[in-house]
T-cell receptor, first 111, second 113 residues
């Protein structure tokens, strides 16, 4: 069964550094999403992406965040200058018409 | 922001019995509801969904019930199996919002032998 894959599984970064989280959505999916889950908290929506542009973003998704679909397969989330509070699990999801399918996440640890 | 609430953080059920997980929502614009299961170190896995035009949807051992007037949905698992032990998330979305999901806090289900 096709699945969403995310790399790396764990990223450790110094505060203030840039980080790029990578996702390969399911190949025929058209809608792409990023969510995050801070330890002990809910899964929170960050951004949705369709037709090569952001369709919706949350208040969390400020100017430090950006997304890109650089080719036909990858979908990336960039955090320009990481803060301690960016430490979380980041989940990528994709969908065609039905439910969203999630990757296994990237654990981002900011030191 | 408590638009989707799962008031039971944990539930323990014996193997073979019914597991009932509950979820409440406050946003009347939600019209599509989903249940996801999550194992440690994995992402949420889609289980079952229901549109607001229905009040029940069944898929094998899993049934979701929706009570729109009460803004309440529930997931029934019958019979419960040890492999069902996981965290279950209720999620909701509304048409026209790029289908972003709003999640509950999750209920940890433990199915005992």
């Amino acid at each position: 069964e096709p699945e969403v894959t995310q790399t790396p599984s764990h990223q450790v970064t110094q505060m203030g550094q840039e980080v790029i989280l990578r996702c390969v959505p399911i190949s025929n999916h058209l809608y792409f999403y990023w969510y995050r889950q801070i330890l002990g908290q809910k899964v929170e929506f960050l951004v949705s992406f369709y037709n090569n542009e952001i369709s919706e973003k949350s208040e969390i998704f400020d100017d430090q965040f950006s997304v890109e679909r650089p080719d036909g397969s990858n979908f990336t989330l960039k955090i320009r200058s990481t803060k301690l509070e960016d430490s979380a699990m980041y989940f990528c999801a994709s969908r065609y018409q039905g439910p969203q399918h999630f990757g296994d996440g990237t654990r981002l640890s900011i030191l | 922001d408590q638009q989707v609430k799962q008031n039971s953080p944990s539930l323990s059920v014996q193997e073979g019995r019914i597991s009932i997980l509950n979820c409440d929502y406050t946003n009347s614009m939600f019209d599509y509801f989903l249940w996801y299961k999550k194992y440690p170190a994995e992402g949420p896995t889609f289980l079952i969904s229901i549109s607001s035009i229905k009040d029940k949807n069944e898929d094998g051992r899993f049934t979701v019930f929706l009570n729109k007037s009460a803004k309440h949905l529930s997931l029934h698992i019958v019979p419960s199996q040890p492999g069902d032990s996981a965290v279950y998330f209720c999620a909701a979305s509304s048409t026209g919002t790029a289908s972003k999901l709003t999640f509950g806090t999750g209920t940890r289900l433990q199915v005992t032998l």
